[in-house]
């Protein structure tokens, strides 16, 4: 039986990748993808998903209706603004911050809540994860980009509260840190290859458990502080 994921931004960077490595390792990939897809990828492709958008979401589950989705990937994410320091804060910017990498995943989990319990009776389990950053972690006192650093830790605290709330439910939820990655996002002088990136989440998403839920990971599979 193939197994089913769904991941949100993936026409470019990591998500593009998660979703072409996925279909390599031979799953039904559901790409869900805002502007456009960079090259072809060859999977259902769902164009015109703005992860913000409830509309778009409703869309997309009536188009899904109740197929099982294995493997949900919360990936569509921003840096947010160009002024986004403590003393100097476009504060439109960072609302944007917040919608799309905090509020948006917790939606499209709810969103998709009937196809991860289908697969969970098919399966026994279905998995959550949702792609941070370690720039999200509050022990470490940087204080650069700080609208997107806080969009992550309140991230982070959502997944840990969805996690504890599913636990009963047999839906796992894991948060995984990419590494500094050589995306758009990343730019050109981050140390991680996208696809190591890529086939680490890959690997932290599928052994993820009931025991791993409620944990943060980066992608070689290293507990990250909170
Ligand atoms: N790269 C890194 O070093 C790094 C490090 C830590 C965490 N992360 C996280 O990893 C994830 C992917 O980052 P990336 O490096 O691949 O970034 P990226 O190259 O900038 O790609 C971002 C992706 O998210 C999509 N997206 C943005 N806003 C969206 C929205 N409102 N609705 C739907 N899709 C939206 C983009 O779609 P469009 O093409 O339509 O804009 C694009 O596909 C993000 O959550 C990011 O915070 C990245």
Redesign the pocket.
Known sequence: MKRTVLI?????????AVAAFALEQGADVVALV???VNGVLPCEVING????NKEALDRVAAILRDRPVDLLVN????IGPERQSTLDMDFDGFRRALE??TL?PLRVVQTFLPNLRAARDRAGIARIVT???QMGRMNYAKSDRIAYRASKTAVNKVMQGLATDLAAESIAVRVV?????R????GPD?TARVADAVAGIHARAWETNMELTGTFVDYRGTAVSW
């Open positions: 949100t931004g993936a026409g470019r960077g990591i998500g593009r805002r502007t456009h998903v703005d992860v913000t990936n569509a994410g921003i799309v990498n948006a792609i941070s950053s840190d990419p590494g500094w990655a995306t758009e996002m990343g981050a």
